[in-house]
């Protein structure tokens, strides 16, 4: 191709597509391409990959590690989803970037490393889904990725010391390193909580560790490119496979299915459209693996006669399996955004609005790969809530958990009282955490608007840092489901942000300790000393105060997971435990949808965990 640019069309070209395949994976994203890339090591296993974006791996809007956020809002790369008014944010509707492009959103991601809970990942058995524990997925936490230690330098830089070399993935795909460009704030980060006696305490993988800590990124140490599911998972091995086809372009419309006598019901193949226009329908010899992420899978199972009888009647569809918890128990972790003033010693990104400051930066990444667009370190916390880790905010904090899960009936949910018990111990140990705070060296401001293209706009005079305080484990619980039988409509999606009063209640006196994170040294040097806020003049010395923010800065970490979860049918659940759809014989999930409880953290490394175990259990089912 002459210009690197434009999508590789000769991989959505369907000449030479065979009529049926063992195994058909709808979604060549994250999880897809983890599972079909190791299903076809096997010669003698035949798959084929659908996805309906383009083939764009060489694109440096998706290789450069700085531009990622440039794909946002862009059709060609973002499925631009939106969600509905939200009741708890004031009626403000919330973007959700998704990859629409081979690799999926982890082409597009910040690709921020970050790994969950022990605790989160346990609770995951506790809600019936046998083997599914810490202990059993800490090996594919190390399957997916390589860790390239940083030089001593900046591991003194960085305050790496927590870091256990001998635990880290070792030969995985994907390419994890903390990236050679770092600044002030990165350096002065983990020291501020050191000071403040919260020193990050154990390897992140071991799922224990808590505390101000920096995280690596997914980028190859070597070509200081990002390093994700299309690049590593459909390499240029992978790509010469015989066995291996993957069609770009490709919609899938629904998933074939023929209910059996006296069995499950059998998936017997998928109906999609090509780029050219051409309907097919494709068998599945053995299995259709539904990789399409946490708003489409529930879309299309539901497209296909999956979900509540009542909603598909509504529209039209046949109902094959009515499960009425298809695209329920959505949940996602709300962040709320302050920007501070950066000192006026202290460059920041926002300084790349200047159009000559940009053609610089990328002038030096295209000659020698260094700069803020080689970035791959990003600062983080995970943090419980200060003010309850006394004796007298112990009995503050199960005081405030009794007032509001006593009696709780807002959800006919099976498993809500289950899922609110695994949370409410997780809030009252002083070894977990409740929040994930995140520092974006940039200003961001959400009254701009709801999409990326208005809010991460440096449109606000000056340099800012801007620090986030996610709701690692949320109470509440959403929704995506079609409203319309066009599976090119898109589905309607209700995070319900805020809804469960918990959520505003541990986050609101998370936003109060920003105000001394930012009062903390050597972090508040950095700072403008009566510098300007974005929300401007905010601040949060009262808990009425930060109640009230909440609902004005909330946005969404794009973390989207539980709409097909994986739990048992009475419990709420759409897979059982070997990711299998209830009812069927031969049509699994595969993705962040069948994730039952949200773990801390951002994902990416949950759903390649999640997908090369899923790859083993499709495998030893055929021995």
């Known amino acids: ?45 035949t798959v084929l990959v659908l996805e309906a974006g383009a083939d764009r791996l060489g694109d440096s809007r998706i290789t450069t590690p700085g531009l990622g956020l440039t794909t946002w809002d862009n059709p060609d790369f973002d499925w631009k989803f939106m969600t509905t008014p939200q009741d708890g944010l004031n009626g403000r509707t919330v973007a959700h970037p998704r990859g629409k492009t081979l690799g999926g959103s982890t082409a597009i991601n910040v690709g921020l490393m970050a790994y969950p809970s022990k605790s989160g990942v346990d609770s995951w058995e506790k ?38 070399y001998d635990i880290q993935g070792k030969s995985g795909p994907i390419k994890v390193s903390f990236g050679d460009f770092h600044g002030p704030l990165q350096k002065d980060w983990p020291e501020t909580f050191k000071r403040m006696n919260t020193k990050y305490t154990g390897d992140p993988l071991t799922g224990l560790g808590s505390g101000g800590h920096s995280n690596p990124a997914s980028i190859d140490a070597r070509s200081k490119t990002r390093s994700h599911a299309g690049s590593e998972y459909y390499n240029s091995e992978a790509r010469s496979r015989v066995n291996l086809r993957v069609l770009t372009e490709a919609l899938v419309e629904k998933i074939t299915l023929e209910p059996m006598q006296n069995g499950p019901v059998s998936a017997k193949g998928v109906q999609f459209s090509s780029s050219a226009g ?6 599945a010899t053995k299995e259709v693996i539904l990789a399409a992420g946490a708003f489409q899978s529930p879309q299309l199972l539901e497209l296909s006669g999956i979900g509540s009888q009542a909603l598909l009647e509504r529209y039209g569809v046949k109902t094959v399996i009515d499960n009425p918890f298809v695209g329920e128990n959505l949940q996602d972790h709300a962040v709320a955004v ?3 003033e950066a000192a006026e010693h202290i460059p920041t990104g926002d300084v790349l609005r200047d159009p000559q400051v940009f053609a610089a930066a990328m002038e030096e990444y295209n000659k020698s790969k260094t700069g803020i667009f080689a970035a791959g370190t990003y600062c983080s916390a995970f943090m419980p809530v200060a003010d309850f880790l006394s004796d007298e905010g112990e009995a503050r904090l199960k005081q405030l958990l009794d007032q509001h899960l006593a009696n709780d009936s807002s959800s006919a949910f099976p498993s809500q009282k289950q899922q609110y018990e695994l949370l409410r111990s997780v809030l009252q140990s002083k070894d977990d955490s409740s929040i994930h705070y995140i520092m974006a060296p ?10 990326p293209t208005q809010y991460l706009v440096p449109t606000t005079e000056g340099n800012y840092m ?18 319309s039988p066009d599976p090119t409509e898109k589905p309607k999606i209700d995070p319900k942000y805020l809804s469960h009063p918990l959520d505003n209640e541990i986050l609101a006196r998370h936003v109060q300790y920003m105000e001394e994170l930012v009062r903390a040294e050597p972090l508040a040097s950095l700072l403008k000393k009566d510098g300007r806020r974005i929300p401007a003049g905010k601040h949060v010395e009262e808990l009425g105060e930060a109640r009230t923010l909440g609902p004005q800065t909330v946005t969404s970490n794009f973390h989207p997971t539980g709409t097909c979860a994986m739990m048992p049918k009475e419990l709420g659940g759409v897979v059982d435990e070997r990711l299998m759809v209830h009812g069927t014989g031969n049509l699994r999930v595969i993705d962040a949808s069948i994730i039952p409880l949200e773990p801390r953290g951002n994902i990416q490394s949950s759903v390649y965990a999640i997908a090369e175990r899923a790859a083993d259990l499709i495998k030893d089912g055929r021995r």
Not at 278 to 283: A, D, T, Y
Request: with cysteine.
């Open 127 to 164: 809600l019936g889904n046998k083997g599914w524990n810490f202990e059993t997925l800490r090996p594919y936490y190390r399957k997916f990725h390589t860790y390239t230690p940083p030089s001593k330098e900046v591991s003194d830089l960085l305050a790496l010391d927590y870091m256990d």
């Open 338 to 340: 302050l920007s501070f």
């Open 278 to 283: 051409e309907r097919r329908v494709i068998r």
């Open 442 to 451: 940039f200003q961001l401001n959400v009254d701009a608007g709801p999409s």
């Open 1 to 45: 191709m002459d210009d690197v640019n434009t999508a590789n069309t000769e991989r959505a070209s369907t000449e030479g597509l065979l009529e049926s395949y063992d195994y058909v994976v709808v979604g060549g994203g994250t999880a897809g391409l983890v599972v079909a890339s190791r299903l076809t090591e096997n010669k003698d296993v």
């Open 466 to 483: 801007t620090l986030c305080a996610a709701l690692n484990h949320p109470f509440s619980r959403g929704s995506v489901h079609i409203q």
